[in-house]
């Protein structure tokens, strides 16, 4: 009966494909890789556009995840339903026959011709590459390929993106998408994750280094501003600035926080010491420095300024205990060098006029000078003008100004490449970071970036 030899050629092809399609794959996708660095790609808000589970919550499509909880996320048993489902649209070791790869990529990077939630991808992406490696049979909750990359992660205060550079080729290479008012950034020593303090939503957001998504948000327990990594990688320190002001202690095993120290005042920023022994918290409100020990996590003493405290930084003696912190003071154009132990101002430095440049008075909130670094090798002290748009540079240990550099309209903070030949500075005013090279103090490259760029730092990044 030819009829019948018809039928079964076209069940054979459909039986196989349930056969990858169905249950099955989803006992050969991982569910620990799934939940850490897949399920929460579902959530992130890309811009002009809605997210995946906006749409897929309801149903639409063929595909339906399940309702989230009151906090925005899934449970662990919600999880496992919606790793069943979207199982169906993936097929372990073959990126390019799984629809739930190929739906949201874009067409030039040879996705589907079309998805009705948009397309959402590039294949060079790192989410996308993220979706790559858990089809192709990534397991557990990270995954380490012994790829590092050195990024410039650069802020903006007035948006939801954090963009990352390349310094090699001083181009934006990626974009970390969905922080919103990000403040603070920093990262883990072996690059696995990053962290940004999210303004808006009073959270401590997780991003995964290698997709660049959001994995998850720490509630904290008041607005927070700038945020340091303790030196063995286990805490992170975000300074609150909510009266009376805290720094919060968030665990980077377990993605929670652990404690909520009492400080002197409303914290703006916060560093931890280069012997790794203190998290040093300064308050604009209450003008102090208050010391805590990072073994205990406890309050130790308070340094009293006679003006609010901006940014700071610190050199060190020769046996690598702290020596002086540099501090940046309200109203104040230059900055003081303090002794650590005794918390007596030493010295200030003023930063003197620039000739020929006109002074901008406007719009400093109270801070004309706001970015102040010490140099990897710890001989250059630079610090940020937003009166003159100038870095002014000094050399340690004497403190003699040694160069002055044009760095853009309000330049706020700055980092350097690890080995220290360039300086990256957020030229708040341009929506720019300049580089400079800091041998011959001349101006490398200026690279757009989102809107008000203010904090920015230095990475090594785990990379696909």
Not at 151 to 159: D, E, K, P, V
Not at 170 to 199: C, W
Request: hydrophobic share 40%; with cysteine.
């Amino acid at each position: 009966m030819p009829w019948l030899l018809a039928v079964v050629a076209l069940l054979v092809p459909l039986f196989a494909l349930a056969q990858t399609e169905g249950p099955a794959s989803a006992s050969s996708l991982d569910f620990e890789f799934y939940r850490a660095r897949i399920e929460p790609m579902f959530l992130v808000k890309r811009p002009g556009r809605v997210r995946c589970s906006d749409c897929h919550v309801r149903g639409a499509g063929n595909l339906r995840l399940e309702p989230l909880s009151a906090d925005g996320t899934w449970t662990e048993a919600a999880s496992r339903k919606n790793l069943a489902a979207v199982s169906v649209f993936a097929v372990p070791g073959s990126p390019k026959a799984s629809r739930l790869l190929q739906h949201p990529l874009s067409r030039e990077s040879g996705g589907d011709p079309f998805h009705g939630g948009g397309k959402h991808w590039t294949a060079g992406d790192g989410e996308y590459r993220a979706l790559v490696a858990w089809v192709n049979g990534a397991r557990g909750r990270t995954l380490n390929t012994g790829k590092t990359v050195v990024r410039i992660l650069q802020t903006n205060a007035a948006g939801d993106e954090t963009h990352v550079i390349d310094p090699a080729t001083n181009t934006v290479v990626d974009v970390i998408h969905d922080v919103r008012i990000p403040h603070g950034v920093t990262s883990m020593p072996d690059g696995s994750l990053v962290f940004i303090s999210d303004e808006a939503l009073h959270t401590l957001d997780v991003v995964d280094a290698r997709s660049l998504s959001v994995v998850k948000r720490v509630p904290l327990s008041g607005r927070p501003n700038n945020v340091t990594m303790s030196r063995d990688g286990r805490k992170v320190y975000v300074g609150i600035r909510e009266a009376p002001g805290a720094l919060d202690v968030i665990d980077t095993t377990t993605l929670t926080r652990v404690k909520t120290v009492p400080v002197s005042g409303e914290v703006h920023n916060v560093y931890v010491t280069p012997d790794g022994k203190f998290a040093v918290a300064g308050s604009i409100q209450a003008s102090t420095i208050s010391i805590v020990d990072t073994a205990t996590d406890e309050m130790v003493r308070t340094i009293t300024m006679s003006a609010g405290v901006r940014p700071m930084a610190f050199d060190t003696k020769r046996d690598g205990s702290t020596n002086r912190i540099f501090v940046q003071l309200s109203n104040y154009h230059g900055f003081a060098a303090v002794d650590f132990e005794t918390g007596r101002e030493l010295v200030r430095v003023e930063h003197p006029a620039i000739a020929g440049v006109h002074p901008h008075r406007d719009g400093l909130q109270g801070a004309p000078a706001h970015g102040l670094e010490v140099s990897p090798d710890g001989t250059q002290l630079w610090s940020t003008s937003k009166v003159y748009g100038y870095a002014y540079v000094h050399a340690l240990p004497d403190l003699k100004e040694v160069a002055r550099v044009f760095v853009g309209q309000h330049p706020e903070w700055l980092t350097f490449t690890p080995d220290g030949t360039r300086a990256y500075v957020a030229a708040a005013g341009d929506n720019q970071t300049f580089v400079v090279d800091t041998r011959t103090f001349r101006e490398v490259a200026r690279i757009p970036v989102g809107q008000v760029p203010k904090r920015i730092g230095t990475a090594v990044l785990q990379a696909f």
